[in-house]
Nanobody, 124 residues
Framework: QVQLVESGGGLVQAGGSLRLSCAASGRTFSNYVMAWFRQAPGKEREFVAAIRWSGGYTYYADSAKGRFTISRDNAKNTVYLQMNSLKPEDTAVYYC?????????????????WGQGTKVTVSS
């Protein structure tokens, strides 16, 4: 059974940084795409960034480009989201997702596994 466990959320001032982690277990992820989504109160879940586990190809939402970096540690089966220059509009619950595909998708429904989420609050 696949498990994704996020950590690293918290309260930070605008302009600050946070690093989110997603520890994956339960199978081999070499053919997976791992992604981060976020959901603010009253809004739909939106794509933030994704990485192809094999090869490390990355893709970002426009809102994340230049500020966020997604990466993975194969030895630890962990995916990270480094978030810099945070803005109040980045406030949301951030979810890690895994898809059994090599194609990067930005639609939540295309992902097979989800973590429980970690809350990020950016104060102005």
């Amino acid at each position: 059974q696949v498990q994704l466990v996020e950590s690293g959320g918290g309260l930070v001032q605008a302009g600050g940084s946070l690093r989110l982690s997603c520890a994956a277990s339960g199978r081999t992820f070499s053919n997976y795409v791992m992604a981060w989504f976020r959901q603010a109160p009253g809004k739909e879940r939106e794509f933030v960034a994704a990485i192809r586990w094999s090869g490390g190809y990355t893709y970002y939402a426009d809102s994340a480009k230049g500020r966020f970096t997604i990466s993975r540690d194969n030895a630890k089966n962990t995916v990270y989201l480094q978030m810099n220059s945070l803005k109040p509009e980045d406030t949301a619950v951030y979810y890690c997702a895994g898809g059994d595909t090599i194609i990067i998708r930005t639609t939540p429904g295309k992902y097979d596994y989800w973590g429980q989420g970690t809350k990020v609050t950016v104060s102005s």
